[in-house]
């Protein structure tokens, strides 16, 4: 027998390379079974209207308990997606996977949104700092927290939506005190309710001829009426940042009739 040789038909080479199979395919079922704590089962349509769902060729993994800081334990997979209502839309077709058509108020779809206006349903607590104050807050909570001076503050300027017309007034700035990133614009709208607008959505123009102004694409002047309320005056949870960020997504393809025809 050779060098490394076991027997006359089995080498140290060979068994290594056998080994490194049996690693492999546990490897490639261990990351298969994590991967399948978001979004499993998978849901097929039916044309009944009816959901199936199937977890694949390997079943879905045993629940692991992720313990966080501020926010008690979370664990997964979990059942919460099996509760969320179901999209307000009515499939175009009959086969499996077809868009939805709303049927309801795509702006502002309640339980959960539709289209670019999609939401997950995160935990309704705040996000914290990494010393467990509350991350996004308006900078009259915020100590310490001011506008760069070579900045043009937003406070005080006039908001118009993508119709050119006046949706309300800029009240405050929200900061997030972890990334010192400005987060969202409070506006006063013109009915007089506080709502948020994310700083994303929204430009801050200097124009010395009509007078500095925050202008928006993704809705109308009169749909900031519109825009989903929060809690507190002082502090947004997780949830109600999703359901604020949809509020403006599906704004880019609802807020205008227009907006859902094609092109050309």
């Not at 080479?13 to 079922?29: K, R």
């Not at 008690?72 to 509760?83: K, L």
């Not at 972890?178 to 607008?197: A, D, M």
């Not at 989903?228 to 393809?253: C, D, H, N």
Request: aromatic fraction near 10%; glycine fraction near 12%; charge should be negative.
């Amino acid at each position: 027998m050779g060098t490394g040789a076991i027997t006359g038909y089995v080498d140290v080479a060979q068994l290594v390379l056998y080994l490194f199979w049996i690693f492999f395919a546990g490897l490639v079922i261990y990351l298969t079974l994590e991967s399948k704590r978001e979004g499993f089962p998978i849901e097929h349509d039916r044309p009944d209207g009816s959901v199936r769902r199937e977890t694949g060729f390997l079943p879905m993994p045993a629940v692991k308990v992720y313990k966080t800081k501020f926010h008690g334990d979370f664990p997964a997979p979990h059942e919460r997606d099996f509760e969320d209502p179901m999209p307000p839309g009515k499939a175009i077709g009959p086969f499996p996977g077809m868009p939805l058509e709303p049927t309801g108020d795509p702006m502002n779809a309640g339980g959960i949104g539709i289209g670019p206006g999609a939401y997950t349903r995160r935990a309704n607590v705040t996000d914290k700092t990494w010393e467990g104050e509350d991350k996004i807050v308006p900078l009259r909570v915020a100590h310490g927290f001011e506008m760069a001076k070579q900045d043009l503050d937003p406070r005080g300027l006039t908001v118009f939506g993508a119709d050119k017309q006046a949706g309300g007034t800029v009240a405050e700035v929200w900061v997030d005190r972890s990334e010192h990133l400005i987060r969202y614009l409070e506006i006063k709208t013109n009915g007089g309710r506080q709502v948020l607008l994310p700083m994303n959505f929204c430009r801050v123009r200097r124009d010395r001829i009509r007078g500095n102004r925050v202008t928006v694409e993704s809705i109308l002047g009169g749909q900031f009426e519109g825009v989903p309320a929060i809690s507190s005056s002082e502090k947004i949870t997780l949830l109600e940042e999703e359901k604020v960020m949809a509020y403006y997504g599906a704004g880019t393809l609802f807020a205008d009739a227009q907006r859902r025809e094609p092109l050309f």
